[in-house]
């Protein structure tokens, strides 16, 4: 179990190298000032050697998305994106090393759709709200409301 996590972190902070690479190929082509204007795709490999890390990855996007430092992270396989196109659009693979696979994590890193929210910071918020969903539900919490 210790030595699986082990790896599964290895291979986190490998991905992380390949997101921190792309957030800098926008940041010199001036199309984000920080990393939270950014959105990442994590795009999955199917096989059966990648499925324990395939399972970290989706149960952990919320993680993912403060190891990355954006403000959203989706875990998804090559069949799932839709038809939009964003303004800009950085891509790239990391090579996994599990076991004996030969496959490889796809990334994308593209403009932030949602606003940014004036609380936290993090291109979340809804357009027709004042906060993003999660620094409301703290604010509830806290004080009662906003």
């Known amino acids: 179990m210790v030595a699986d996590a082990t790896v599964h972190f290895d291979e986190l902070l490998r991905i992380r190298s390949g997101v921190l690479a792309l957030l ?68 790239g693979s990391v090579d996994i090393d599990i076991k004996d696979c030969d496959e490889s994590v796809g990334l994308r890193v593209r403009p932030s759709l949602r606003l940014k929210c004036p609380r936290c910071w993090t291109y979340t918020r809804e357009e027709a709200h004042d906060v993003c969903e999660r620094c409301s539900e703290t604010l509830h919490r806290d004080y009662g409301g906003v």
């Not at 994590?42 to 993912?64: C, K, N, R, W």
């Open 24 to 91: 800098e190929k926008a940041r010199r082509n001036k199309e984000i000032k920080s990393s939270l204007e950014a959105e990442v795709d994590v795009i999955l490999p199917s096989g059966d050697d990648v499925q324990g890390l395939s399972a970290s990855l989706t149960t952990q996007q919320e993680f993912l998305q403060k190891l990355f430092i954006v403000s959203s992270v989706l875990v998804t396989d090559e069949g799932s994106f839709g038809t939009e196109s964003p303004a800009w659009l950085y891509s």
